[in-house]
C-alpha cells in the first residue's frame, strides 16, 4: 500500500507504473517470508495455502493496475 501511494504522488504515469511494479515485488518477497515461516512451523500449511491465494488475487489485480497505467 505505502509504494502504491508513493507511486500515486509522481508526475508521470510511467513513475506511477514503476510503483506498482515495486508493490508487486513486495508482495512475492512477503510470500516468500511466509513460505520460511511456515517451514519454521510459525504458521501451518492452510495458513500458507490461504496467503498463497490472496497473494495470488492481488498480483493479478496489481498487473492489471499496471497495465492500465501504460501510456
Known sequence: ???????SGRRTRRDFAHFIDIARGSLFETLAAMH???????ISSDELTAFRHRADILSRKLSRFRT????
Not at 1 to 7: F, H, M, T, V, W
Not at 68 to 71: D, E, G, K, N, Q
Request: proline letters at 6%; hydrophobic letters at 55%.
Open 36 to 42: 520460511v515461516a511456515a517451514q519454521l512451523q510459525y
Open 1 to 7: 500500500a505505502l509504494n502504491i501511494a508513493e507511486g
Open 68 to 71: 492500465a497505467l501504460r501510456p
